[in-house]
């Protein structure tokens, strides 16, 4: 990237604060393990190498496995690695990223309101907004992941 770009939290760090504590209010309703493949999933959708590098990381911290974490980009192929409820949420993820003409479809939505209470449904779809936005952030300020 040949041009120096913004940095969205120094510049607005109060927004940033904003944006971290409501990711928080979201964790205290969805599961962490959830959470995790939330955001690794859109980003991945999105193309934020920088967001998909923080989150499989965080996720390999808190114990998820490398096969799973590498099976999100292809998680309907992944056969039984993930649960129907994962499976509800990563669908969810995929048609509420990529809204198109149709949003989210009634199949979908009813789904994952199979598995999780009315609380935890709004609380994966604002995580799934959540990191569509910093998705947006990320690939516009040119955000790149660190070498590790």
């Known amino acids: 990237m040949s041009t120096t770009r913004v940095k969205a939290g ?73 649960t129907e409820a994962e499976r509800a949420v990563l669908a969810l993820v995929d048609e509420a990223t990529k809204l198109g003409e149709h949003g989210v479809t009634d199949e979908v939505y009813e789904n994952v309101a199979k598995h999780f209470s009315e609380k935890e449904v709004a609380a994966l779809i604002m995580a799934i907004g959540l990191i569509n936005f910093y998705n947006r952030l990320g690939v516009s300020t040119g955000m790149t992941p660190p070498k590790r």
């Open 10 to 82: 120094k510049e607005l760090p109060e927004v940033y604060t904003k944006l971290v504590e409501i990711g928080e209010l979201v964790e205290t309703v969805i599961d962490r393990d959830i959470h995790e493949l939330v955001k690794l999933r859109a980003s991945y959708l999105n193309g934020c190498a920088f967001c998909v590098d923080l989150h499989s990381n965080d996720a390999l911290k808190a114990g998820e496995s490398q096969q799973r974490l590498f099976l999100v980009g292809a998680w309907r192929e992944a056969g039984s690695l993930f």
